[in-house]
């Protein structure tokens, strides 16, 4: 089963945290935030939007850094995804 975003949404798939600090210092669990770093899996048409022309910025395979309390988290096949606007999307990682 494959997500087919629309509009100007796009599928993010959220990046692991490291357990380790640079210095080895290994974190516990529970302490741990999850981070606004993630994959781009999908990416909707774009198009029209509420009157406004949106061009999609964004393409599947970019990293990019999302709004904290951003999209709809949903899991498909035991795999969990955001679902975010593009307008959530604040920064590609290159």
Avoid: C, F, H
Avoid at 4 to 13: F, H, I, M, S
């Amino acid at each position: 089963m494959n997500l087919v975003p629309l509009g100007d949404r796009v599928v993010l798939k959220q990046l692991v945290a490291e357990e380790t600090t640079k210095s080895g210092i290994v974190l516990p669990g529970q302490n741990k935030e999850k981070p606004q770093q993630a994959e781009v899996i999908a990416v909707g048409p774009g198009g029209m939007i509420d009157g406004k022309e949106v061009k999609m910025e964004v393409k599947p395979g970019d990293q990019v850094i999302y709004s904290k309390y951003a999209g709809t988290d949903v899991k498909v096949e035991d795999v969990e995804y955001i679902i975010v606007k593009q307008s959530d999307i604040l920064a590609v990682l290159q």
